[in-house]
Structure formats: C-alpha cells, structure tokens
C-alpha cells in the first residue's frame, strides 16, 4: 500500500533552517509528483510547492520563493524540503503528498511534521 | 486570507444533509477541477472528492461534490458523528506561475 513516512519533530531557533524529508513506498516513485502542504497551529492549508520526482522540476509558492528548497532522492524513494531563515510564524506542522496528475490532487499524505520555531 | 472562500463552520443533526460551498475565481474553479479533503482532528488531510465529484475507492457515497462556474460544494447526507472534521477545497490555480490553492476551511459539527 502505498505510504509517505516522514521525519519526525523538530524545534529550531529564529534563523535556522529545518529538512524535513518523506520516505515513499508502495508505487513507482518517479511516476508521481510531491507537494509540500503547511498548516499554522489552527489555521487551514498552505501549498509551499511541489517536485517531480521524474526530473527535479520544482514549482514554490511566491511568499516562499528564496527560503525553501524540494529535493528527491531517487535512490532511497524519500523527497526533501528545507526552510531556510526561519521565523515564528514557519512553526506549522508539514505535510507532504503525494500529487496524482490523473486526478489533479493530493491522494496520498504524509503523517505530518511539527516545526517548532522558538528563541 | 485564503484564495478560495468556505464558510467558517457548519452543523447538522445525525442523519442530516449538510452542504459546505466554495467560491473561488475565473483562474481557479471557473478553469480547473476542484478537490476536497477531510481533515479528523489531529490527523493530516485525506482526499475524499477529486475532479469536482469523484471518490476515491473506499469514501462512502454519503459524500457528493459538485461544480458551478467558479463555485464547488460538497454534500454529506446521512450525517453521522464520525463526519465531525475540518473540511477543505483545493483547486489548481492559473495565476503566479501556477499553484495550487486551499479554501480556509469548514469546521463541520454534529449536533
């Protein structure tokens, strides 16, 4: 069956930078997409961007442009995502998914992140 | 402030149809398919309606999407308990080099 498994919990302090990364397995790796969801202690859903995990291609949210980063490794099925310059207000749990072209959506998640930034 | 627009919360009683709109623009609904996903509480997000009304294997037929120029609801008939969860809509959007976009979400409470 398919499953994203991702890291588990980080605290950082203001200005660091976090990796968070997404072990896939169950499917073909490079057959699908992964985006990268966010969501602010009781907010809704941020979209941060997405990799192909074919060819590299990368597409980020504006707001995000310049601080982070989507990488896959194709040898160990696992995708990437790196917040650089880290703010209070990054501290969200993150989500990756996996991204069905077919369907034009998220079919698959990951458990989930929580990033804890904090002096 | 969220690209798509739902309403902050809903109820219904067990057993109940209860319905969750969602506004959106010419870029987003208006040109792409939307999706929707329940969120349990303490869980991530699960796909429960792709391509305006389709359901995964496995989402009951309690659950029903639908789509009208650049506005999309969902449908829950049959209300029952376990339905209690934030629900969102998500669309590709056009604008900005393409990205997808979120509703703010739905806070369904069954009475």
């Known amino acids: 069956q398919v499953q994203l498994v991702q890291s588990g919990a980080e605290v950082k302090k203001p200005g660091a930078s976090v990796k968070v990364s997404c072990k896939a397995s169950?499917?073909?790796?490079?057959?699908?997409?992964i985006s990268w969801v966010r969501q602010a202690p009781g907010q809704g859903l941020e979209w941060m961007g997405w990799?192909?995990?074919?060819?590299?291609?990368?597409n980020y949210a504006q707001k995000l442009q310049g601080r982070v980063t989507m990488t896959t490794d194709t040898s160990t099925s696992t995708a990437y995502m790196e917040l650089r310059s880290l703010r209070s207000d990054d501290t969200a749990v993150y989500y990756c998914?996996?991204?069905?072209?077919?369907?034009?959506?998220?079919?698959?998640w990951g458990q989930g992140t929580l990033v804890t930034v904090s002096s | 402030q969220s690209v798509l627009t739902q309403p902050p919360s809903a109820s219904g009683t067990p057993g109940q149809r209860v319905t969750i709109s969602c506004s959106g623009s010419s870029s987003n609904i208006g040109s792409n398919t939307v999706n929707w996903y329940q969120q349990l509480p303490g869980t991530a997000p699960k796909l429960l309606i792709y391509s305006n009304n389709q359901r995964p294997s496995g989402v009951p037929d309690r659950f029903s999407g639908s789509k009208s120029g650049t506005s999309a609801s969902l449908a829950i008939s049959g209300l029952q308990s376990e339905d209690e969860a934030d629900y969102y809509c998500a669309a590709w959007d056009d604008s900005l080099n393409g990205r997808w976009v979120f509703g703010g979400g739905t806070k369904l409470t069954v009475l």
């Open positions: 169950g499917y073909t790796f490079t057959s699908y997409g």
């Open positions: 990799i192909s995990a074919y060819n590299g291609n990368t």
């Open positions: 998914a996996r991204i069905n072209s077919g369907y034009d959506s998220f079919d698959y």
